[in-house]
């Protein structure tokens, strides 16, 4: 069974600062992670995939890592907007290829 | 782009009911998956699809159906819908790359059984 625990819970900060969002997982053996973004009552949007073979993947002012030997990926969004609150969800995959998601990060990025 | 739509966005049923919800992705993906959302539960798997006709039980099967008679539709029946299954009903298409694929979201509909 894949466990997700994402730290923090949530997280208020103002413009322009830099987030840093974790995720540690228990099973390692994985092929590949991703981050998903959920706004209040709409679908998840994929934000990035990070194959195991990789580090590191960026997409604009986001950045993820993965270390699979210690269970953890890290997503830094970079300068935050307003625009970016929304809940931050870590998604590594299953033995059986499904994902387990963790309960996310809420992001508030105060004006 | 990968675009994934649901039926409907709201909906509400009486208890009792039979309840279709519907999911369609336009991107020949192989694998779709249908979540339920729920407050402090996070995201569970009900059922799963790897190709036409194929499905699969998740975590929460219970009291669910699923329908995949054509590769870029799947359905999710509730067969006689309940008060507990008011919730946050997510469907997704992942293309088959050894299950390494990227995998997509609907917009989600919100269920209410009364």
């Known amino acids: 069974k894949q466990e997700v625990t994402q730290i923090p819970a949530a997280l208020s900060v103002p413009e322009g600062e830099n987030l840093v969002l974790n995720c540690s997982f228990t099973?390692?053996?994985?092929?590949?992670l991703q981050w998903f973004r959920q706004d209040p009552g709409k679908g998840l949007t994929s934000l990035l995939l990070?194959?195991?073979?990789?580090r590191e993947q960026t997409s604009g002012r986001l950045n993820a890592s993965l270390d699979k030997s210690s269970g953890r990926s890290t997503l830094y969004i970079a300068a935050s907007q307003p625009g970016d609150s929304a809940t931050y969800l870590c998604?590594?995959?299953?033995?059986?290829?499904?994902?387990?998601f963790g309960a996310g990060t809420t992001v508030t990025v105060r004006a | 782009d990968v675009k994934v739509t649901q039926s409907s966005r709201y909906l509400v049923k009486r208890t009792g009911e039979k309840v279709f919800l519907e999911c369609v992705q336009d991107?020949?993906?192989?694998?779709m998956f249908w979540y339920r959302q729920d407050p402090g539960l996070g995201l569970r798997l009900i059922y799963f699809?790897?190709?036409?006709?194929?499905?699969e039980k998740g975590d929460i099967p219970e009291g669910y159906s699923v329908s995949r008679e054509k590769k870029e539709r799947f359905s999710l029946i509730l067969e006689s819908a309940s008060t507990n299954q008011t919730s946050m009903y997510l469907c997704a298409s992942r293309e088959t790359t050894g299950g390494a694929g990227e995998q997509y979201f609907g917009p989600g509909t919100r269920l209410t059984v009364t």
């Open positions: 998604a590594p995959p299953r033995r059986d290829y499904k994902l387990s």
């Open positions: 990070i194959q195991s073979s990789q």
């Open positions: 699809s790897y190709d036409v006709k194929m499905k």
């Open positions: 991107m020949d993906h192989e694998n």
């Open positions: 099973d390692s053996a994985i092929y590949n």
